[in-house]
Each structure stands twice: as C-alpha cells, then as structure tokens.
C-alpha cells in the first residue's frame, strides 16, 4: 500500500466550512508535504512540515503532524469554491543510489466546495 | 515563480510509436523527476535526475527511457508505445535538498490507441 494514504477518499462541503483531511504513513519520515491538483492539472506544492514540527499554518491552511501516530492532518479553513481539488501527502523517501530523496504520494482526497 | 513547462498537454500516439515528452524548467534546479498518475494507483516514480547526464530508475521504469543533455531539460521516452501507457505523465523539479518541495508541471495526458 502507499506509504501515505489519505482519509477520506472524498469530501463534499458547502462554502465556508471547515475541511479536514488526513494522511497516515508506515515509516519513519523527514518530512511531509501537502499538494493541491484542480482536475486535469499539475500538483502545487502547499506546504512541509518537518519531523521535528508539530503544527504549520500558511493563510487559511493548517498543517499537524503526529510523528507518534504517523498520522497528518490539513485543515482549510473557511473553504472557498476555488478550493475544490484533490489533495495529497508526499513523504520523503532515501534513495540509497544517490544520497537523494524521492517523495511517495498517496492517492488523494478529492475536495469539492460547494457555493 | 519557478516554472516547469511540459510541451504538451494532449497527445495521441499510435501503439508501437516512440514518444517524446519534453519537460523543462527555468530555475537552475538539479533534481527533475518523471511521474505518471493513475486513478487509483496516485503517482507513481518512472525516473529521476539529480544531475546533467544522470538518471535513476523509479519504482516503474520498464518501457520508459530518459535523456538529460542540459540542466533544464528532462526527457521521457517512450521506446515503443504500448496501450497501458496511456496515462497522466508529470514531470518536477526541485532544488537539490529534500527539504524542499517540488514544482510540479501541467501535466501531459497520453492517449495511446
């Protein structure tokens, strides 16, 4: 299974709600990042919390970490009908070869706000 | 803003063609990587670089090959194009650490019929 797998597999909010979605992991990590993908798109990077880190905001964004759960979570807050996306979490996997790290995304919750 | 550009969005290929996905970026970055995404299977690690004239293989390198001649630029080939490639390739750069996140381009739906 994917080293970070995202809780639900789907959201449906109205406007101006709160949306929490979640990312657990099976290994040890440096770091975890969250993405956003609006439909047929590339992925943007949100934000990365650090293993050493326990909560991360950025604007309406709100990242926590729970290394003793390997769990995390991303809040948006006030959610707009431009947040509708898919979100996922990428861990940072060692490549042994060369020193470099490779990210391992889960499959993503699909987000859709409705106005 | 650091951009990665892929050449196309679109593209149709007959099966057995050789396919060229050209990708590059504009900031300098010595990581660029190549995923493909799936419904149902996420992204998935086909190759990386982390430097000129050097190549990984991902987790599902078998069919792909890759060529980085110049820092900025990333190519995907596709040796002969069969129909389960049919996918979303997506391609990333990112600054050397891991400490970092990547850019990731628009993407590059491949239809192989």
């Known amino acids: 299974s994917q080293q970070g797998e995202e809780d639900p597999q789907a959201l449906s909010i109205q406007e101006g709600e709160n949306a929490t979605m979640n990312c657990s992991y099976k290994t040890s990590i440096n770091n975890l990042q969250w993405y956003r993908q609006n439909s047929g798109r590339g992925l943007v990077h949100l934000i990365l919390i650090r293993s050493n880190e326990r909560e991360k905001h950025s604007g309406r964004l709100r990242v926590t970490l729970d290394t003793s759960k390997k769990s995390s979570s991303l809040l948006i807050t006030a959610s707009r009908a431009a947040d509708t996306a898919s979100y996922f979490c990428a861990t940072a996997a060692a490549l042994s070869t060369s020193g470099t790290y490779k990210y391992i995304f889960g499959t993503g919750t699909r987000l859709k706000v409705l106005a | 803003d650091v951009k990665v550009t892929q050449s196309s969005r679109y593209l149709v290929k007959r099966t057995g063609e050789k396919v060229f996905l050209e990708c590059v970026q504009d900031m300098d970055h010595e990581n660029m990587f190549w995923y493909r995404q799936d419904p149902g299977l996420g992204l998935r690690l086909i190759y990386f670089?982390?430097?000129?004239?050097?190549?990984e293989k991902g987790d599902i390198p078998e069919g792909y090959s890759v060529s980085r001649e110049k820092k900025e630029r990333f190519s995907l080939i596709l040796e002969s194009a069969s129909t389960n490639q049919t996918s979303m390739y997506l391609c990333?750069?990112?600054?050397?650490?891991?400490?970092?996140?990547?850019?990731f381009g628009s993407g590059t739906r491949l239809t192989v019929v």
């Open positions: 990333a750069s990112r600054v050397g650490g891991h400490n970092y996140g990547y850019t």
């Open positions: 670089s982390y430097d000129v004239k050097m190549k």
